[in-house]
């Protein structure tokens, strides 16, 4: 394991394919270390990079996402045209406002009731599967989130690839420039404004809400509070960057490790009750978002350092998900461990992930799927391609694999 790492460069490619050694190693020698990351909304090599401290054990991971009056998440500092996100970047009060509201609408009764369509957008694209080697990340991993939001916000069909394309340039992990991935967002943005003043509008006339997403936060209502035009489309397309990208990445993660613990894929083959087990398990050993930042509102005291107001810290959720403390061989992927829920991947406290509930049922539904029509999963004859644009998303960009059927 290297030892004498230099957490300056922390954010470069090749930490970014694989970052837990990385990880170890700073948290061996402090579990809070200063280093230079790219504030959201800014792309990596363009903009300076931001400089906080990173959290890295698990302890101290959990404690700030709880403290969020210290560690606040509305103060981000956007280098390009990026909005906000809805939630994601508002701290208490307005936070808890907004979040009563929006689950009026997203609520996990409606998310339940996706089921059968999840299920049929799986078989539709296994059955589409060419035979000899396949990239998983193209042909499953990827249509199925953008899919289904697109059915989650009544959105006619052909936008699946836009929506997919809006999340890769948000979310930094496309290969664009910083004008492109403007571009890309003020089109995003200015679908979801006209789509939802139409919809306003068709309400306000007395039209019928319909049984989509978008109508329901229209009209959800909490407390006397209702959502703004404004706030509807902003949440739009929140769903839509954190919700398909994430949940793309996630489910290849799952995959992944299914092609590498042959043993776990037969496992579960055999008993699907340890489905929910295995997802928690590759959450906590590969959860996409490693970190998220953090601007500090008050001195205080971290892991033997001074942090000051107004510096950054960056929650290494996934550093603190292989925290040896809490989790033992954190490298080793076992259906035995009792404590896999406590990973952080969907986050903790106020701005624990609204989608996560969703997450899980595509990825189920994925893994299903695969389970009932293959008997294995084999590497296929190209190596996967890690992700190494950003921290933001650990995962593979490819996953060749060769199916064999059951
Ligand atoms: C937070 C939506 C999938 C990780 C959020 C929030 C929303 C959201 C709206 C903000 C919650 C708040 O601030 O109150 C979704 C949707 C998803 C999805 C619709 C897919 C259907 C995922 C996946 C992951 C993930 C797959 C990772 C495994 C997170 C994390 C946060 C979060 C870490 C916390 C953000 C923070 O603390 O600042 N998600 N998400 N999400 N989501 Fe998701």
Request: hydrophobic content about 40%; charged content about 25%.
């Amino acid at each position: 394991m290297e030892t004498s790492f230099d957490p300056g460069r922390l954010a470069t490619p090749e930490v970014i394919a694989n970052p837990y050694p990385a990880y170890d190693a700073l948290r061996a020698d402090s579990p809070v270390s200063g280093y230079a990351d790219w504030p959201p909304g800014t792309v990596p090599g363009f903009d300076p990079p931001i400089q906080a401290w990173a959290l890295l054990s698990y302890e101290q991971v959990a404690a700030a996402a709880k403290d969020h009056q210290t560690f606040s998440s509305a103060n981000f500092q956007q280098g390009t045209d990026a909005p906000t996100l809805m939630l994601v970047n508002h701290d208490d009060p307005e936070h808890a406002k907004l979040r009563r509201v929006v689950v009026q609408a997203f609520t996990p009764r409606r998310v339940a009731e996706l089921r059968p369509h999840v299920q049929a957008v799986v078989k539709k694209l296994i059955d589409g599967l060419p035979d000899g080697d396949v990239d998983v990340v193209e042909k499953l991993c990827a249509p199925l989130p953008a899919q289904l939001m697109v059915r989650l916000l009544g959105q006619p069909d052909e936008m699946t690839d836009k929506f997919q394309r809006w999340a890769n340039a948000f979310m930094l992990s496309a290969d664009m420039s910083v004008e492109e991935r403007t571009q890309s967002n003020m089109e995003m943005v200015g679908y979801f404004m006209q789509m939802v003043d139409a919809r306003a509008k068709r309400l306000a006339e007395g039209g019928k809400p319909g049984d989509d997403l978008v109508d329901a936060l229209l009209v959800a209502e909490s407390e006397g509070a209702r959502l703004t035009r404004d706030e509807v489309w902003r949440f739009c397309f929140t769903l839509v960057v954190a919700g398909a990208e994430t949940t793309m990445y996630y489910a290849a993660n799952c995959l992944r490790a299914l092609v590498d613990n042959p043993d776990v894929f037969a496992k579960l083959r055999e008993d699907r009750t340890l489905l929910s087990r295995f997802q928690q398990e590759t959450l906590r050993m590969a959860g996409p978002p490693q970190r998220l930042f953090r601007k500090v509102m008050r001195d205080v005291e971290i892991g033997g350092k001074q942090i000051r107001a107004g510096e950054w810290v960056a929650l290494f959720f996934a550093a603190a998900n292989h925290d040896p403390k809490v989790f033992p061989e954190p490298r080793r992927l076992r259906l035995d461990r009792d404590n896999a829920g406590a990973q952080l991947s969907f986050g903790h406290g106020i701005h624990f992930c609204l989608g996560a509930p969703l997450a899980n049922l595509e990825t189920a539904c994925l893994i299903e799927g695969v389970l009932d029509r293959f008997s294995a999963m084999n590497p296929g004859s190209e190596p996967a391609e890690p992700q190494r644009a950003t921290l933001l998303q650990h995962s593979v960009t490819r996953l060749p694999v060769l199916f064999q059927r059951a």
